[in-house]
């Protein structure tokens, strides 16, 4: 499933969320405050995320850049054929646009690269430091 389809399967899911009527900032009374089963709307994947980024650091860039090679060397001998004409200054406009695009796109991947994996470190942290604060707290039981 490519990201559009799945972004447009996420919002259509969103708006099957919303409700129209007024809402208090309290559970249902029948809930009784145990959670009713109902799902969590975080779902963090560990896994998936360090997935993510090695799938972006061995796959999306180095094809992104062969792609980008492979362009540039095309345009490169388009340009030669057409030396003298004002095509060739056209075509190098087109390859400088093409390279500053391809620029943009290899840092925006190794951003989203890079917060995947803090995202990783972030939430595992926090899922560490709340457990040693709850086994630090001293409890009467435990003299039992």
Do not use: C, H
Not at 25 to 39: K, R, V
Not at 65 to 92: H, M, Q, Y
Not at 101 to 106: A, E, G, H, P
């Amino acid at each position: 499933m490519g990201f559009d389809q799945e972004w447009a399967q996420m919002r259509a899911e969103g708006a099957g969320l919303r409700e129209t009527s007024m809402r208090l900032n309290q559970l249902p009374a029948d809930q009784g405050g145990s959670g009713g089963g109902s799902t969590p709307n975080l779902a963090s994947s560990p896994a998936q995320k360090k997935a993510a980024a090695n799938t972006i650091e061995t796959e999306l860039v180095p094809d992104t850049k062969k792609a980008t090679d492979f362009a540039d060397e095309a345009t490169k001998s388009a340009v030669g054929a057409f030396k003298g004409w004002k095509t060739a200054g056209g075509l190098k406009t087109v390859q400088e646009t093409w390279d500053k695009q391809v620029k943009t796109l290899l840092g925006r991947l190794d951003r989203e690269k890079g917060a995947l994996r803090a995202t990783v470190t972030t939430l595992s942290g926090v899922d560490l430091e709340r457990k040693q604060r709850i086994g630090s707290v001293k409890s009467n039981i435990d003299a039992y």
